[in-house]
Each structure stands twice: as structure tokens, then as C-alpha cells.
């Protein structure tokens, strides 16, 4: 919990006094380090604050515990105090006679002054809340300890926690209370042990009643006895270190007495099927042990560009790979011409091997990057650069080099489209969805980002569409009346629904296996829940 | 149906195995209390605390009582009993406000008209309270103060708050007040037996004899110009803006939970000292004039009001009342926040008034109407009916399967929606619920971890839950925000009422509503001490072992940390190592349980003390996947990165003002001496920062060689690489300001040494973390922390439970969603509860709307009130409501999937993906509004394909992931 905790106690000789305070720091913030920023300044600022420090401790503290006695001190002076780590958290419970923070001192001086000497508790001894928003808020509990040599047998003492978040503090006040109680019972109850030998030994009130009051000299006669630490009450002498462990777990059963379960969304389907390729590869890597080698780029004919960069006039500059690219859907749209695009998008969407020959493996990586986008990443199988024709279930976006023959049966094929050469299909009616990404790419108003931002939109509808057919038509098996039911419902038919319907059924798939699986058990499941 | 009835309640036993009080079923809807409350048991006293004139009086509900034309009788407790008369007719359902003078408070107050009261003699424990409120101090702090007391016989609970006054110019016009009440006690007609006279004078003195005013020793000169009020002037604007502004660039997604919990726990946080949040100074105005009268006048007098409880004599009841009220306190608050608005406006317009008798029968019946209508609000609060199963939580909390959940809940859609097809009420309602109640939003986010267990079950957001544990903050607090749809910005709470006369419908529709709104599920964790003594070999440290997994991305280690556990006390439940205390006689120097009382100390032979750590390979790369979600260095492109990223940024500006403010102060201005008259007052002063122990050892090396050594290998142990990572980058812009730092330069090459690798790497890096996780304490003695089994269990008493109402008689203001059978009291208090609420958000934050949404299940409309305007139309509650297209399509894609047999649990998955197209329109949206200035609607049809209805609630929805939105739209 974000507070501290400190035992006070009033001193006959020196009014409220903090004996001992546990205070709770956490790690500055679970974030990440921001690469390159400036580490030289915070470190001049540090060392500003560091003269200042130290001007502040050459005059200070030797007036300051000459005021002290022993019942107003906790650790002693050479006691460098405690500290407690939380492993798992990284919080960090330290113990010292006062706040190590400066700004904490005043705060804790500030509660243990109210507690003992402003506040009224109805019979002295038990739990108050106090506060305001500028010293901070006090959960405090009053009580008394026995002392056979002080002022009516008994001294007076206050545990108070202090926070600034007064809600918490005051949610957390039965629970607190309860803890503390424990706590103040143990004390009372070793101290009253001790105070009943005593007593034994030497019964004091005998020893008053029988000594000669003198008013001059009495003052002195009690400052000798009166300051009684309380470790000597209690006759524990680790006390301090007990407290410590007592406040710290307080502090940490306070603050994680009740935990939130906030649930996030799923993850996408393209999150999905990255992790599971992710996966594969490394599974992969672990079984071959990197023996793999680079299939996808063959370097050649790298000098052969003139043309593509005439063609790509405005072209990439200044890439890190020499040659033309394309930037981006719009990028290639502008250089194809909408009409070309057009049909090569369909092309992709449908799930059409999009075959690119060109000499240039970095032009033709940049068209298939960028076309990527348009599908799920669960559709997408690529082939860079090939020095052969590799086939279509192999591989939706093949790219070659231009010399590199294309089987007839392909190229002949309404299924595939070579970019090299225009192999017009004519299409009357497109997918709904490529009619909207071409509205976005046309639309010169809109940011990269916004189109990106668009088309992933698109792409989740759709996907989701697609997910209602998989389990629709795949795991429930349904007939075709049923299925052209919701397809209508899902907005597929209509105009371009021929198209509709094979992007969707090329998209399927592209779904996760986890999703997949999922869907198939939970139906196997669902029949025996359904049987029982 | 009853079936249905039956599971529910099977249900609800089956969650609350350790609710400590018994749920009573009424229908399928419970009652949240077990216990009952008498509006009696809730007194209230108005005390005043004035330097001149001592302590008095200006209220109290005990020695008050009502003179009743019709009933020439006149009990003393007349008025008790009519309230128990009323309160007995409705415990069905809920206490309904029939008191004669009850909406009074809108009505002018009519000297013929009003109940007559009366003062009888004085309480006798009034004085002891005074002194409780007040204290035996007088402060000089201006802003108002909270308290709490326990009182132990009767068992009584007080709550008070004392304010400063502020005056009118006039001087004189102050004292009006008090002196008719002691024309009132003294004037022999108008009490009966009337021994107050001595009273009242015995209690002047009394007070003045006991409020020796002595100042703060914090308070003295020396300190004003550093107090908090100076400190708040520049902080307070700062942090009143709950999302960084879009200004600062912080534009692009960031998790809206996560960053309101975060920020929470800063602006909350102790080690940034006392940062007033949001500086709204409550003063008791005793004047309506705005005039800013003399800081001296204000000073001179306090204003305290208080609340007590009785609490119920049985101790079940009693606790369960208990921990009602500290759960719910921020609700109290707030209702007592309005009671004091309602007595401040009572004494200036009694003071008005010339007549002496009357003035103080005007103020005394305003003040009984305010405190009837508080002692309803708080009876309805505690007892009003209930939704016994929230939907969305359940689904939350349970952990079986979830499939008949499903079923049900898509049965009552369904029907629902087939229902009101035609009118598109539920279209309408569920627009207005996915506007306004955003906590919806997060939970369809999508996250970027795979699903661990089945598919359909979402997951728990693991960043949240690592803030949660190492930057604890409220989880009541964070569920309150949710519930109120409070995580947009600006930030604007928002409750829903279904008014209906046709019970079954409105509960139908409150059951489907539960599903949309959502929260998160809090659970208690109740930690034990493992108890350990008893099975440890006597004399010998156990060993445990624990696997930590590195926290760095390209981590390759695992940090097997070897720790000991001491032996620690057997008391289940509580706190460590004073269980040894009570065992521990005077006479024996060791205790009986030697493990047990001396737990925690440096008595084991060092080298087993503190983790050390193995490094082994990792064996799972997808461990180390999973992990770097938690800390990366260098992944850019996650969404979550640059979120932090963010965060990072904002905490930065905001440590960075704070040290601006912090700079333009005398340098350790509160450290500084006291004041001499301070000294005198409160004993020597301890102001001096420098505690004794931190000298000696700065400069001498650690007392016991063989502990730090120890501590040195603790130190290696904790060197997890992921620890720089993550910690690294905010604490290096800490303003360093504490002195510990200091010392760790100093001593590190001494010490410390190399041999402390963790420091030695942070400092290669350059990351240093504030001064006070890492720096100075590494020379404190390390003790381990008491390690405690932790059980966990559904909590009972939080917001997620008690603020979803069920079927209530009247309209309540407090819940989140609740129905009622009329809208009688909704449209007599709807607006001023708005306006309540944005004076006094029970959300403890500033927000800047209130808004209401008011279904009329009857007439199946939809309406949004809102605080900010009210309808001109009095026909009309608030605003109709349009229909989202987004929003009618889903409910028409799930009811016809449902009619086409799709599977239950499948539909709710289509449905929260649908939502999640939602979400990512928002996005879309946010991120072409970047950069534009004012955008056409039309526009954004035509280009993005966003019809002008879904705008609200996309621009809404996206107003919760990025804050410039609003600005640009609403």
C-alpha cells in the first residue's frame, strides 16, 4: 500500500515523538528505458542535489539528540535501520526512527502530533481517521502501555499509518484496525508481563507513596527512570526488528488485500497466427539447427534496374537497399494506374497466385509488402524471389526473374495473374471490400496511417464474417439454404456476392489454427453437454 | 422462470461462501444488507468552533424534536415514529420519501406551512463529541478536514468534516444565528422542560476552557510560504486534467485502465509527498455573497458537521454495517457533502429572516428536510433490492463453464430485442450504454498475448495486474471509474435508470444491461503467515527455491533465487513476528518459541540470508515471448510499448514540474527550523531533518561486517537483468532530492564496491533509480520479508455488487443501473443530483459531466440527461438518443445468428468481436482526427464511411484511447 507506518509515542520529558516509522518505495514505474535521452543533465541535476544534502546534514542532527531519551529514541545511533525487499514486486520496506524522505518528515511529525496530542479518542485508547488534503491522511490507533516507573504506571503510545489516498485508507480501516489490534495486544500484553515482575520486586506505588515529595527536586528524580525505551517495557530486545517485519507485511497485505481481474480482448487472428508461425520457427530452428539456408534471395541481376527506376520516376532514394520501391498501396496504385490496380487487388483478395517477374528482387519485395496488406496474415504465403516457378499452393505471391518460364497451365489460367505481362480478367462486379479499400487509396485527403487504419478495420469485418462462415459451413456442417441465410445476414450477398463469397472462403484459410481448434472442440464439448 | 430462479440462487450461494452476511433473496433479486437500519440510527449535529465565543451547538437530530399540529401528543420520538411507520411499510422494497417536508428542499420554505420543531434539552455526550470534532487543537489549516471515530458504548461510528467559514462582509451578521438559538433555549414557551439554559452555558466555558488555541508546530512562519497551499497552486492544475492533454503528444493508443490506474497511483502516491490533487478548497460559506473576506475572519471559526451511526448492537450486523460503510465510503462522502450544502443554505436564509422564532423554525425545517432526505438516500443505499447476477461479472468471476451463462444471457437478448424491434429501444438504449458506460472499451482491446487457456475466455490484462502489485492503487477506486463509464475524456460519469411499471420487462432489460456494463472483478486476498516454525528443523534456516523468469526481452536467464525462510509466528491472520511478543516473560532472556519471537532477525549464519541467484539458459523461448510484454528494452512497434512509452513521458512531465515547484522554494524550505513558539509549545522540536542514525554511518563503515557481506550477496541476487530494464528510465528523472542518494555515491566505492553488481551495471548504463529503491538503503540491516499464504476470495462488499440496483420503488441516485416503477422522484431530482455529482464526484476525482440515462420501458424511448444543459422541453427528461447504425446491426446479426441455432457461446463471441470492430473504427477515427481542426460530419461519411449516427459513440470510444478527439468533436 502506498503509505507508511510509524509508532509514536508521547514522552513524558518531550511531548509526541515518532519512534519508528516503516515507510513502503516502490520501483519509479514498470516501463520501459527510453533509448537515447539525455543522461547528463538528470546527472548535473543530481549533483546540485547532492551539495544540498549534504549542507543540510553538516548542521543539523548533534542539536537534535541532545532532546532525546531513551523513550523517544528507537534504533540506536549507529543502527544504520532495516529493510525488507519484496522479490516479486520490487517494493522495498524500509525502517528508520524517522522517514528517510524528506518531505515525509514534516507529514509523519505532522499525524503523530495529532494523534497523540490533538485528536480525542472516546477512552483513549483506540482507532481514529483524520486528515486533510495537505498533511495527508492518518489511520491512527491509540493505546497504552505499562511502565511501573512512569506517570500513572502507564505510557502513552499511537500507531498511525499514513497515506494521501484517503479513500483506500478508509476502505482499508477494518482491516487495518483488526491488524493493528493484534499487533498493540502483543506489545500490551509482553509489557503488562513485565510490568507484574517488576511490581514483584519493587512495588512502586509503595515507593511513591512512602518518598518525600519535593517539588524542585521531583522533576529530575523521575527524567532518570521516566525515559524507559520501549524494548526495556517489553523486555524484547529485538523489538525494533520485529516492528519492522510487522509493519512491512502490513503495509504489503494492506495493498494487495483485494486485486482486480480486468480482462483485455481477444488477440486478432493476425496476432494469433504470427505467435503460431513464431512458434513453428523456432521449433523449427531447435530441430535443424539453423542448417537453413536463404532460399528466397537469390542475388542476381541487381545491375539491371535502369528500367524499373525510369518507370518509378519518384521512386526510393536513399534507401537503405539500392532501387525503386513502392511506399505503399496508394504508391502502387498511382504507378499501375486504378484500372491495373484494380484487377491485381482482386486478384489478392481472391487468393489468386499473384505471380511478379522483374529483375529486380527489391522492387518486386516492396509490391508483395505492400499488397500483404490487403489480407489476412494467415493467407499470406510468399516466395520473394525464385529462380523457378514454384506452384500455387505453394505460394500466393511468387516472385521471378524475368527469364524464368511460366508453365502453360498457369498462365493460361484465370487463377493466377502475372504482373509482367497484363492478363486481363475481366470482372464486373468486385468484392465489397475491395470497393471500399479503393475508395480510401483514392482519397488524397487521407494519411498513410488512416488508410493503414482503414483497411485494418475492413480487414477485422471481414474477418469476422469470415469466422461465422467457418463455423457455420466447417464445424456445424450446415446445409446450403442455411448458409445463403447467413451470408445475407453477414452482408455478403448483394452485389459481388460471387466474389464475396470466394474471398471469404479463401480467407478462411488464414485463420488461426489455436481458433480453429478451439471451435472444434468447443463443438465436441458442446454435443456431449448437449447428450448428458 | 423458476428454474432460472433457482440457479440464481444456487449461484449466489455458490459466490458468497464467506460472505459474512446472509443474503436474503426477494424474487431473483437480493437485498445487499443483512441487517436492518432505522433511520434513526443516523443523528446528525451541526457544531461551531468559534475563538471568540467557544463551542456551540447549531444542530442536532437528538434534541430536536417535532411539534405536530394534528398529533397534540407529542412524544418525545413522534417523528421516530412515523419515519419507523413508513419504513416498515416499504421493506419490501425501498424506503420511499413521504415525510411531509421531504421535496421541501426545492420548495420556497413557507412559515405557515412548515412542521414546527422544537429543542428539548441537550444530548449529554454532546460535549465529548464537540471535542472529538474539533480536537483539543485549534488548526489554522484553512481547507476542511476529515474525520472518523469510533465511539465503543453504544457502538457508534461518527464521521465529520470541519470546514473554515466564510463570512459576508457585514460583520455582525455572523452571530444571528447562534443567538437565536439561545433565544430558543431560553425563551421558556418555546422548550417544555428546558434545563438547557445552564447547559448551553455550562458547555461555553467548558469549550473555551479546553480550546487553548496552540499552532501546529508544522505551521510556523518559517513553513507558510512552503505549505501545501503554495505547493498546490502549481500542482493542483496540473494533475486536475486526469489524462496527459494532446497537447504533449501523448496522441497515439494508450490503454485507458491501465493509464488511469497508473496515474492513480502517482497522484495518490506518499513518496511525492503531499500533493493536494485537486485543489477545491471546501469552505463553510456562511454568506451568499462572493465576496472574499479577510483570511484573518476565516480563521476564527470552524464549521463541523457530523454524521453518527448507531450501529446495530448484534456483531454480525454490526460488522457487515462496517464494512458496508468503509467500502462505500466515497458514496457517503458525497451525501454528505450535499446535507452540508442544504445547511449552509438554510442558515443564510434563515439569517434573512427578522423575526427571531421564525428564523430558527425555518432553519430547523430546512435542515430536518436535509437530513431526512440523507438518512433516505443512505437507508435506500443499504437496503434498495439488487441485480443478484451481473451478467458480465459473473462471466468475469466464474471460472466453470460458461455456456449456460451464455444461453441464458442470449435468451434474454433475444427476446428483448425482439420485443422492442420495432421502436429500436434496446438499439437505443445500448447506443447510449456503449456512449457513455466506456469500461466496455478496454475489454474488448485486443491483446497481444495468445490465449492461455480456452479461446473464448479473455484474458486477464497482465500489465494491470503487475502495476497493481509493484504501484499499488485502490482497485475500489479503479471499479468505481468503470462502473461510472468514468475513462474517457473529459471524464464523465454516467448512470443509467430504466423506468418501467411492467416489472419483469424493466428487470429483463436491467439483466441485459449488466452485460454491457461492465468492471473489473475484484477479489479479496486474505494473507496468512505461513506457518512455519513448527516444521522447521529446529536451529536450521529452510531453504525454499524459487524460479523467477529474467524480465528483459532478450533475456536468457532465469533467476533461481535460494532464500531462507525464517521461521515466523503461527498465528494465522496476523501480523509477523510479534506473536513471539505476548510468549515473552521478563525474566527469560530467550523465548519459548525461539523460531517464532525472533523471526526476522540476523541471527542465521549470513551467507544463507538473502537470495542468491543460478543463471541457466532458458528453456522455453516462448516463455521469454510472453515475458518482455512485461518490461522490453527495445521492441518498438508493440502497442503496448509505445503505451508505455507514454506513460513513461507523462510521469517525466509531471516529476518535472513537481521539481520545478520544488526548485522555486528555499532549498529544504521545510526542513528548515521550526519556530521558536512551536519549540515552547510541543517540546523540543524534531524538525531538523537529520536523523541521528544516518551520520554514523555515512561515514563509518556498516556496524557488523559479516551482515552486509550477507547484504552484498543479496544485493548480486536480485540482479535480474529485467530489473534495470524496467526500472531504469523513470527513476533516472527523479528529481533526486533525498539525501540518502547521497550517501550511496559515497559509499559505493567503499562498501559496496563492485561486488554489487546491480549497481555497478546501472551505473554503466546510466540508469539510476531513485535514490530511495536502490541508493542509500543498501547499508540498512535486510531482514526477509514474513512470507504469507495468500487466500483468495470473491469479494463482497465492492461497487461491481452493490451499485447494479435491482427493481426499486422509487428513483435512487446513487447506483450505476437500477429500474423503478415511476419516474415521479427521477424528474424532481434528476438535475440536481447531476449537478451534485460534478460539484462532488463520489469518484474522488474532478470530472466534467454528469450524465444520466433514462429508459422509459413503458413508452420505449431512450433519453440522456446531462448536467451540462438542461432540456428546454418539459415534456422531455433529456435528449433522445440516436440510434447507432453500428449498434442496431449487431443486435440484428446476434438475434438472427441466435435464430439460426448458432451456438450460445459462439454468438457472445461474434458479439464481443463486433465490439471490437467498434473499438477499431475508434481508432480509425482518432487517427484521421489527428492534426484537424474541426471536421465536418458529412466528411467523415464520405471519407471514412462513418455514418453521422455511430459518430457520438465512435468519437466517445475513441475519446478513452486518445484524449484529442474530444476536443475536435464533442
Not at chain 1, 485 to 501: I, R, S
Not at chain 2, 217 to 239: F, K
Not at chain 2, 275 to 289: K, Q, T
Amino acid at each position: 500500500m502506498n503509505a507508511l507506518v510509524a509508532l509514536c509515542h508521547f514522552c513524558e520529558l518531550h511531548g509526541p515523538r515518532t519512534l519508528f516509522c516503516t515507510e513502503a518505495l516502490h520501483p519509479p514505474s514498470p516501463s520501459p528505458p527510453q533509448p537515447g535521452l539525455s543522461i547528463a543533465g538528470d546527472r548535473d541535476r543530481e549533483a546540485d542535489r547532492e551539495g544540498e544534502g549534504l549542507t543540510m546534514r553538516a548542521n543539523g542532527s548533534a542539536s537534535q539528540r541532545a532532546d532525546m531519551c531513551e523513550g523517544c529514541r528507537s534504533l540506536p545511533a549507529s543502527h544504520p535501520g532495516f529493510v525488507s525487499v519484496d522479490n516479486e514486486t520490487g517494493i522495498r520496506f524500509l525502517s528508520h526512527q524517522h522517514p528517510r524522505q524528506p518531505q515525509l518528515f514534516s507529514v509523519v511529525r505532522q499525524a503523530c502530533v495529532r494523534s497523540l496530542s490533538c485528536e480525542v479518542c472516546p477512552g483513549r485508547e483506540g482507532p481514529i481517521f483524520f486528515g486533510d488534503e495537505q498533511h495527508g491522511f492518518v489511520f491512527s490507533h491509540t493505546f497504552f502501555i505499562k511502565d511501573s516507573l512512569a506517570r500513572g504506571f502507564q505510557r502513552w503510545y499511537s500507531i498511525v499509518i499514513v497515506a494521501m489516498d484517503r479513500i483506500y485508507l478508509i476502505n482499508s480501516w477494518p482491516f487495518l484496525l483488526r491488524h493493528l489490534k493484534l499487533t498493540i495486544q502483543g506489545l500490551q500484553n509482553t509489557a503488562l508481563k513485565v510490568f507484574d515482575s517488576e511490581q514483584c520486586v519493587c512495588p512502586q506505588r509503595a515507593v511513591r507513596m512512602n518518598s518525600v515529595f519535593s517539588p524542585a527536586v521531583f522533576p529530575h528524580q523521575r527524567s532518570g527512570n521516566a525515559a524507559r525505551s520501549l524494548p526495556s517495557l517489553t523486555q524484547h530486545p529485538d523489538l525494533w526488528a520485529s516492528l519492522h517485519s510487522s509493519f512491512s507485511w502490513l503495509l504489503k497485505a494492506c495493498g494487495s488485500r483485494l486485486t482486480e481481474k480486468l480482462l483485455e480482448g481477444a488477440p486478432t487472428e493476425d496476432t494469433l497466427v504470427l505467435i503460431e508461425r513464431q512458434t513453428e520457427q523456432e521449433e523449427e530452428m531447435i530441430g535443424w539447427e539453423g542448417a537453413e539456408g536463404g532460399c528466397s534471395l537469390p542475388q542476381r541481376n541487381q545491375s539491371d534496374n535502369e528500367l524499373g527506376r525510369d518507370f518509378l520516376c519518384d521512386g526510393g532514394k536513399g534507401e537503405e537497399l539500392p532501387g525503386p520501391k513502392f511506399k505503399s498501396l496508394r504508391h502502387l496504385r498511382q504507378v499501375l494506374g486504378a484500372v491495373e490496380f484494380r484487377q491485381l487487388a482482386w486478384h489478392v483478395l481472391m487468393g489468386n497466385q499473384v505471380i511478379w517477374r522483374g529483375p529486380d528482387p527489391s522492387l518486386i519485395q516492396s509490391a508483395f509488402s505492400v499488397l500483404k496488406a490487403l489480407l489476412p496474415v494467415g493467407c499470406v504465403r510468399s516466395v520473394p524471389y525464385s529462380p523457378q516457378y514454384e506452384e500455387a499452393y505453394r505460394c500466393n505471391f511468387l516472385g521471378l526473374s524475368p527469364d524464368v518460364p511460366i508453365p502453360a497451365h498457369v498462365s493460361s489460367s484465370e487463377f493466377a495473374v502475372l504482373v509482367d505481362v497484363v492478363n486481363a480478367e475481366p470482372n464486373a462486379q468486385c468484392p465489397t471490400l475491395l470497393n471500399k479499400v479503393e475508395v480510401a487509396l483514392s482519397n488524397e485527403n487521407l494519411s498513410v496511417e488512416v488508410v493503414s487504419h482503414c483497411l485494418l478495420c475492413l480487414k477485422e469485418e471481414w474477418m469476422n464474417k469470415v469466422k461465422v462462415l467457418f463455423k457455420f459451413s466447417k464445424v456445424d456442417g450446415r446445409g446450403r439454404e442455411d448458409t445463403q441465410k447467413v451470408l445475407a445476414l453477414l452482408g455478403a450477398t448483394g452485389p459481388g456476392e460471387d466474389d464475396n463469397v470466394r474471398l471469404l472462403k479463401f480467407w478462411i484459410t488464414g485463420l488461426s489454427k489455436t481458433y480453429k481448434s478451439h471451435l472444434m472442440t468447443a463443438v465436441r464439448g458442446g454435443e456431449r453437454t448437449l447428450s448428458q | 422462470m423458476g428454474k432460472y430462479t433457482k440457479a440464481l440462487c444456487a449461484l449466489c450461494c455458490k459466490w458468497r461462501p464467506h460472505t459474512c452476511s446472509p443474503v436474503r433473496p426477494l424474487d431473483n433479486w437480493m437485498h445487499w444488507a443483512s441487517s436492518e437500519l432505522d433511520l434513526n440510527q443516523i443523528r446528525l449535529i451541526v457544531y461551531q468552533d468559534c475563538e471568540r465565543r467557544g463551542r456551540q451547538v447549531l444542530f442536532d437530530s437528538k434534541a430536536i424534536r417535532k411539534l405536530d399540529a394534528a398529533d397534540q401528543k407529542n412524544s418525545d420520538d413522534a417523528q421516530t415514529k412515523t419515519q419507523t411507520r413508513c419504513y416498515k411499510a416499504h421493506r419490501s422494497g425501498a424506503y420511499t420519501i413521504n415525510a411531509p417536508g421531504a421535496p421541501a428542499a426545492c420548495q420556497p420554505c413557507d412559515g405557515e406551512a412548515l412542521p414546527s420543531y422544537q429543542y428539548t434539552r441537550p444530548a449529554s455526550d454532546v460535549n465529548m463529541l464537540g471535542e472529538m470534532m474539533f480536537g483539543s487543537v485549534a488548526m489554522s489549516y484553512r481547507g476542511s478536514t476529515l474525520k472518523i471515530h469510533y465511539i465503543r458504548s453504544p457502538p457508534q461510528l461518527m464521521v465529520s468534516k470541519v470546514f473554515s467559514t466564510r463570512v459576508g462582509s457585514t460583520t455582525g451578521s455572523t452571530s444571528t444565528l447562534q443567538d437565536s438559538f439561545e433565544y430558543i433555549h431560553q425563551e421558556p414557551a418555546a422548550g417544555k422542560s428546558c434545563p438547557s439554559q445552564s447547559g448551553l452555558a455550562s458547555q461555553n466555558s467548558s469549550s473555551i476552557a479546553h480550546s487553548t488555541p496552540v499552532d501546529m508546530p508544522s505551521r510556523g512562519h518559517n513553513e507558510d510560504g512552503d505549505s501545501g497551499i503554495a505547493r498546490s497552486a502549481s500542482l493542483s492544475s496540473l494533475l486536475v486534467t486526469p489524462l496527459p492533454s494532446p497537447s504533449s503528444s501523448l496522441t497515439s493508443s494508450c490503454a485507458s485502465s491501465y493509464q488511469r490506474r497508473w496515474l492513480r497511483s502517482q497522484t495518490t502516491s506518499l513518496e511525492n509527498g503531499p500533493v493536494p490533487r485537486w485543489g477545491n478548497e471546501e469552505i463553510f460559506s456562511l454568506s451568499d455573497e462572493s465576496c472574499s473576506s479577510n483570511p484573518a475572519v476565516i480563521r476564527r471559526k470552524k464549521i463541523a458537521v457530523s454524521i453518527i451511526f448507531s450501529l446495530p448492537e448484534k456483531e454480525e450486523e454490526n460488522r457487515s454495517f462496517q464494512d458496508f460503510f468503509f467500502s462505500h465510503f466515497p458514496l457517503f462522502e458525497s451525501h454528505m457533502n450535499k446535507l452540508k450544502t442544504a445547511i449552509e443554505k438554510a442558515m443564510i436564509l434563515c439569517r434573512r429572516i427578522a423575526e427571531s422564532s421564525q428564523r430558527v423554525q425555518v432553519y430547523l425545517c430546512r435542515v430536518m428536510d436535509a437530513l431526512g432526505e440523507f438518512r433516505t438516500t443512505i437507508w435506500n443505499l443499504y437496503m434498495a433490492p439488487r441485480v443478484t447476477e451481473p451478467v458480465w461479472l459473473t462471466m468475469v468471476s466464474q471460472a466453470a463453464d460458461k455456456s449456460p451463462l451464455c444461453q441464458r444471457f442470449l435468451q434474454e437478448l433475444t427476446l428483448l430485442t425482439e420485443h422492442t424491434a420495432k421502436s429500436h429501444f434496446l438499439a437505443a438504449l445500448l447506443t447510449a450504454v456503449l456512449t457513455y458506460h466506456l469500461a466496455w472499451v478496454p475489454t474488448v482491446m485486443p491483446s497481444d498475448h495468445p490465449p492461455i487457456k480456452a479461446f473464448s475466455e479473455k484474458q486477464r490484462s497482465q500489465t494491470v495486474d503487475m502495476l497493481a502489485k509493484s504501484h499499488p492503487y485502490n482497485p475500489l477506486w479503479a471499479q468505481l471509474g468503470d462502473l461510472y463509464g468514468a475513462v474517457g475524456s473529459p471524464v464523465r460519469l454516467a448512470r443509467t435508470v430504466v423506468v418501467g411499471r411492467r416489472r419483469e420487462l424493466v428487470q429483463r432489460v436491467l439483466q441485459v444491461l449488466t452485460y454491457f456494463i461492465r468492471c473489473s472483478d475484484l477479489q479479496e486476498n486474505v494473507m496468512r503467515h505461513a506457518g512455519q516454525c513448527a516444521e522447521a528443523p529446529p536451529g536450521g534456516p529452510t531453504l525454499t527455491t524459487t524460479l523467477e523468469r529474467g524480465e528483459v526481452e532478450r533475456s536468457e536467464y532465469v533467476v533461481v533465487s535460494v532464500r531462507d525462510d525464517p521461521g515466523k509466528p503461527r498465528d494465522a491472520e496476523a501480523p509477523p513476528s510479534l506473536g513471539g511478543l505476548g510468549a515473552a516473560p521478563s525474566s527469560e532472556p530467550r523465548h519459548m518459541d525461539g523460531a517464532g519471537a525472533l523471526g526476522g532477525l540476523p541471527q542465521q549464519s549470513p551467507d544463507l540470508r538473502g537470495p542468491r541467484s543460478v543463471c541457466l539458459p532458458q528453456q522455453s523461448p516462448l516463455l521469454n515471448r510472453v515475458q518482455f510484454r512485461i518490461g522490453s528494452a527495445d521492441s518498438t512497434d508493440s502497442d503496448l510499448e509505445s503505451r508505455q512509452r507514454e506513460m513513461d513521458q507523462s510521469y517525466r512531465q509531471y516529476r518535472e514540474s513537481l521539481e520545478e515547484s520544488s526548485e522555486t522554494r528555499p532549498a529544504g524550505g521545510d526542513l528548515e527550523e521550526p519556530p521558536s513558539d512551536c519549540q515552547a509549545q510541543a517540546g523540543p522540536s524534531e524538525h531538523l531533518v537529520q536523523t541521528p542514525e544516518l551520520e554514523p554511518s555515512r561515514k563509518t563503515p556498516p556496524p557488523n561486517p559479516e551482515s552486509s557481506a550477507s547484504r552484498l550477496q543479496g544485493a548480486t541476487a536480485r540482479l535480474g537483468p529485467g530489473r534495470l530494464a524496467s526500472y531504469g528510465s523513470v527513476g533516472r528523472k527523479l528529481p533526486v532530492r533525498l539525501t540518502g542518494d547521497i550517501r550511496r555515491n559515497e559509499s559505493s566505492d567503499s562498501a559496496l564496491g563492485d561486488s554489487d553488481e546491480e549497481e555497478a551495471s546501472s551505473e554503466q548504463t546510466g540508469m539510476r533509480r531513485g535514490t530511495e529503491a536502490h541508493g542509500g538503503p543498501r547499508e540498512e540491516q535486510e531482514l526477509p520479508l514474513p512470507r504469507s499464504e495468500t487466500f483468495s476470495r470473491p469479494d463482497v462488499n465492492n461497487f461491481g455488487r452493490s451499485l447494479f440496483g435491482g427493481y426499486c420503488p422509487q428513483y435512487m441516485p446513487d447506483f450505476v443501473l437500477h429500474g423503478t416503477g415511476s419516474d415521479e422522484r427521477l424528474k424532481l431530482c434528476l438535475y440536481s443530483d447531476l449537478e451534485h455529482t460534478v460539484l462532488h464526484p463520489a469518484l474522488d476525482e474532478p470530472i466534467a459531466e454528469a450524465v444520466c440515462i433514462v429508459a422509459d420501458a413503458d413508452k420505449l424511448t431512450v433519453q440522456v440527461a446531462t448536467s451540462q444543459r438542461r432540456v428546454t422541453d418539459s415534456s422531455k427528461i433529456g435528449k433522445d438518443v440516436l440510434v447507432s447504425s453500428l449498434v442496431s446491426n449487431l443486435l440484428h446479426s446476434i438475434l438472427h445468428m441466435a435464430k439460426l441455432n448458432i451456438s450460445p457461446d459462439f454468438c457472445i463471441m461474434h458479439l464481443e468481436n463486433r465490439l471490437q470492430e467498434v473499438y477499431f473504427k475508434s481508432k480509425m477515427l482518432s487517427e484521421y482526427l489527428k492534426g484537424q481542426k474541426r471536421v465536418h460530419v458529412k466528411e467523415l461519411s464520405l471519407v471514412l464511411g462513418i455514418e453521422s449516427s455511430d459518430l457520438p459513440l465512435l468519437a466517445a470510444v475513441a475519446s478513452t484511447h486518445s484524449p484529442h478527439v474530444a476536443q475536435i468533436l464533442l
